[in-house]
Every structure is written in structure tokens, then in C-alpha cells.
């Protein structure tokens, strides 16, 4: 790939893994994620994923996020969206994530 589209890093906050996800989460770049979140996610008992540097999401971004969702809820883990902004936002909202994973304004909200 010669331009990268998409980052991870990962830190802490309030015992939440956060799971910063950077660029864009779409077709060309769901399985990376995907296989990303899934080490994070078995390493951790909260796992927040961090949207402020996401710039772009589709509906395979979407669908991770509600796989990670279900995992959670079966495997009794918290998650939960993190500071979306912009576009990603308003996809989020147009797609009705809220009636599945909490979303936070900031990390600092995180319980």
C-alpha cells in the first residue's frame, strides 16, 4: 500500500483499554481492523474505542463495531465509542449505534 489509510495505538484511561483508530475504517481496511480489535479485545475487560482521529467510516467499519458489541455483551465486557466528530459522527448517528454501544464525547466521560 503505498499511503496509509489507517492506524492503531492503544492506551489506558480509568482502566479502559482505549483503542485509537486513525483515517479510515472502510472495505480496504475492515480486516486490518478487525483483526486488530480482536487482539486488543480478548486482552482487556473494557475496551473503548477512540474516534477522534478517524476520518472516515463505512458500513464495514460499522459492522466491526457491532461485532465487537455483541462480543462484548456475550462475553460480559464493557465497550464503547469514543469522541466521534465530523462524518463519522453523523454515520454513527444515521446508523443508529447509539441503541447498541455507549458513546462518549471524550475519554474523560468514561466510567
Not at 21 to 29: C, E, H, I, Q, S
Not at 64 to 78: F, H, P, S, V, Y
Amino acid at each position: 500500500m503505498a499511503e496509509e489509510t489507517i492506524a492503531f495505538q492503544t492506551s489506558e484511561k480509568n482502566g479502559w483499554t482505549l483503542w485509537t483508530v486513525k483515517g479510515r475504517l472502510d472495505r480496504l481496511t475492515a480486516q486490518e481492523a478487525g483483526e486488530n480489535a480482536d487482539k486488543i479485545f480478548a486482552a482487556t475487560q473494557k475496551l473503548a474505542v477512540d474516534m477522534s482521529e478517524l476520518v472516515y467510516l463505512s458500513s464495514a467499519g460499522i459492522r466491526i463495531l457491532l461485532r465487537l458489541t455483541k462480543q462484548a455483551k456475550a462475553e460480559g465486557k464493557d465497550f464503547a465509542l469514543v469522541a466521534p466528530a465530523g462524518m463519522v459522527k453523523v454515520v454513527l448517528i444515521e446508523s443508529r449505534m447509539d441503541m447498541f454501544a455507549a458513546i462518549y464525547e471524550s475519554a474523560d466521560e468514561l466510567p
